[in-house]
């Protein structure tokens, strides 16, 4: 996969959700990135959490402090999300359900060694591998118990959900085109 650097990747994104929300306001909700964190305050993070953050994730809250409804209402988590504010309960939920349902077992992964990195409000939870791992870095996607994808870290993982924003936004052009009869 090609390496995009962060600003262009959130540019896209944002580009194709703000159609999205033009043409489906009831669907997609009028959000954007949120403003960078700074260095500071991300080693403020990991000085209280005791532990550093995965670098991919890391880069990317350093690009935008967080998406809330970035993707059919799954928020990608920022620093206010990782101190236990919005959708973080929710994600807590989700991970004490997942491990309780063995889900996680089957996944090969133990709770401690993730930390959520976006959820939804449905079932889905994204999971990042703590620095401190063996699997640093790494993401999974599950959504009701099912693993949606593996990923090699969050890059890949937020370039999949762009690439399924942008395949969302096509089909309801397509859609919207067939219906004027074009």
């Known amino acids: 996969m090609t390496a995009h650097p962060w600003p262009r990747m959130l540019a896209a994104a944002t580009g194709v ?6 043409i489906e306001p009831a669907i997609h909700a009028p959000t954007r990135p949120r403003p960078p964190a700074d260095a500071a305050s991300l080693l403020a993070f990991e000085h209280e959490a005791g532990h550093a953050l995965p670098p991919g994730y890391r880069a990317f809250l350093l690009a935008a402090d967080g998406w809330e409804h970035c993707y059919l209402r799954m928020s990608v988590f920022g620093l206010a999300e990782l101190r236990g504010g919005g959708p973080w309960s929710r994600a807590q939920e989700l991970l004490r359900a997942y491990r309780d349902e063995e889900v996680l077992e089957h ?32 993401v999974m996607w599950i959504d009701a118990g099912a693993l949606v994808g593996c990923y090699e870290d969050f890059r890949s993982w937020f370039a999949d959900l762009a690439w399924r924003k942008y395949r969302v936004l096509s089909r309801v052009e397509a859609g919207r085109a067939q219906g004027r009869g074009e």
């Open 107 to 138: 996944l090969g992964v133990e709770a401690h060694e993730v930390v959520p990195v976006a959820a939804g409000q449905r079932l889905h939870l994204v999971l990042a591998h703590r620095a401190d791992t063996d699997r640093a870095g790494e």
């Open 17 to 22: 959700h703000a159609r999205l929300h033009e």
